[in-house]
């Protein structure tokens, strides 16, 4: 084993904070719109002092905002998140972008502490699940896609001028097979609101109304791909969408994922 200065007692844990003044330390030089840099390693594996096992803390560099774009927070979209941190008593709002990951060996990182101006909010819970959303996403078969193309561009409009009370878009289909076009599928929409404010309960339901409304016009326009039976839309609190809700459909991202090599489909 080699014998390296890293203790199973180290201060860094998972949403640590990396200063920018620390950068050369640890071996970064030139890395530009960067702030600071965050820990995403579990903190089992920062904590492991076999460093041939375990000889690296995983970073991602974070930028600070100016003010939070609510598309990008709850983990709504896979590759940018938007995250909570304080800062004394101000809250402060961090960019992440899931490709600007680095490696940090842990005998540089033990040379500098974590930078404790930055404390992680209770959206830690939110840090992991984006980090695992990656690598977890559900791809629609490219047959559903092509069918409600036009049904998830409007989904994206009403989701991105109404995200701050959308915490996520849920839905379930059958079968989950490619069918061919004169076979039809079956659809069914939750639009999960966040229960903070009294006024994103009507928003969300008349989201799900209009939705309703427009189905049959927006499918027509991709009609010849084949048909989608919409057989639930409904506005669902936080509250109320169950752990076996949860299981039994998977989240509409507002970005694209399908089966094909050059992505066309929605991200799940």
Same mark, same amino acid.
């Given at each position: 084993?080699?014998?390296?200065? +890293?203790?199973?007692?180290?201060?860094?844990?998972?949403?640590? %904070?990396?200063? $920018?003044?620390?950068?050369?330390?640890?071996?970064?030089? =030139?890395?530009?719109?960067?702030?600071?840099?965050?820990?995403?390693?579990?903190?089992?594996?920062?904590?492991?002092?076999?460093?041939?096992?375990? *000889?690296?803390? &995983?970073?991602?560099?974070?930028?600070?905002?100016?003010?939070?774009?609510?598309?990008?927070?709850?983990?709504?979209?896979?590759?940018?998140?938007?995250?909570?941190?304080? =800062?004394?008593? !101000?809250? #402060?709002?961090? &960019?992440?972008?899931?490709?600007?990951?680095?490696?940090?060996? !842990? =005998?540089?990182?033990?040379?500098?502490?974590?930078?404790?101006?930055? @404390?992680?909010?209770?959206?830690?819970?939110?840090?992991?699940? +984006?980090?695992?959303?990656? /690598?977890?996403?559900?791809?629609?078969?490219?047959?559903?896609?092509?069918?409600? $193309?036009? #049904?998830?561009?409007?989904?994206? !409009?009403?989701? !991105?001028?109404?995200?701050?009370?959308?915490?996520?878009?849920?839905?379930? /289909?059958?079968?989950?097979? &490619?069918?061919? *076009?004169?076979?039809?599928?079956?659809? +069914?929409?939750?639009?999960?609101?966040?229960?903070?404010?009294?006024?994103?309960? *009507?928003?969300?339901?008349?989201?799900?109304?209009?939705?309703?409304?427009?189905?049959?016009?927006?499918?027509?326009?991709?009609?010849?791909?084949?048909? %989608?039976?919409?057989? @639930?839309?409904?506005?669902?609190?936080?509250?109320?969408?169950?752990?076996? =809700?949860?299981?039994?459909? #998977? &989240?509409?991202?507002?970005?694209?994922?399908?089966? $094909?090599?050059? *992505?066309?489909?929605?991200?799940?």
């Amino acid at each position: 084993m080699q014998e390296m200065p +890293w203790s199973r007692n180290t201060t860094w844990r998972q949403g640590s %904070v990396l200063a $920018r003044k620390d950068f050369q330390t640890v071996g970064l030089t =030139d890395v530009p719109n960067t702030d600071l840099a965050i820990a995403i390693s579990h903190d089992c594996d920062i904590a492991n002092d076999n460093l041939d096992a375990e *000889p690296a803390v &995983e970073f991602i560099f974070a930028r600070i905002l100016e003010q939070r774009n609510g598309n990008y927070t709850h983990g709504k979209n896979p590759r940018v998140l938007h995250l909570d941190y304080t =800062d004394g008593e !101000k809250l #402060v709002s961090l &960019e992440l972008l899931s490709s600007k990951r680095l490696i940090v060996q !842990k =005998d540089k990182l033990e040379a500098v502490q974590p930078d404790d101006t930055y @404390k992680l909010t209770h959206s830690r819970q939110i840090l992991q699940s +984006w980090l695992a959303a990656r /690598y977890r996403r559900h791809a629609l078969p490219n047959s559903l896609v092509d069918r409600l $193309r036009e #049904v998830f561009a409007y989904i994206e !409009k009403k989701g !991105k001028k109404n995200s701050s009370g959308i915490l996520s878009f849920r839905l379930s /289909y059958d079968p989950e097979d &490619e069918l061919p *076009p004169e076979e039809p599928y079956e659809l +069914w929409l939750n639009i999960v609101y966040i229960t903070d404010k009294d006024d994103y309960r *009507p928003m969300s339901e008349d989201i799900a109304q209009s939705l309703k409304t427009e189905f049959p016009r927006l499918l027509e326009k991709t009609k010849d791909c084949g048909n %989608v039976i919409l057989r @639930k839309c409904e506005a669902v609190s936080e509250m109320e969408f169950t752990l076996r =809700d949860m299981r039994e459909t #998977v &989240e509409y991202h507002l970005e694209h994922l399908s089966h $094909r090599t050059e *992505p066309s489909g929605p991200v799940i």
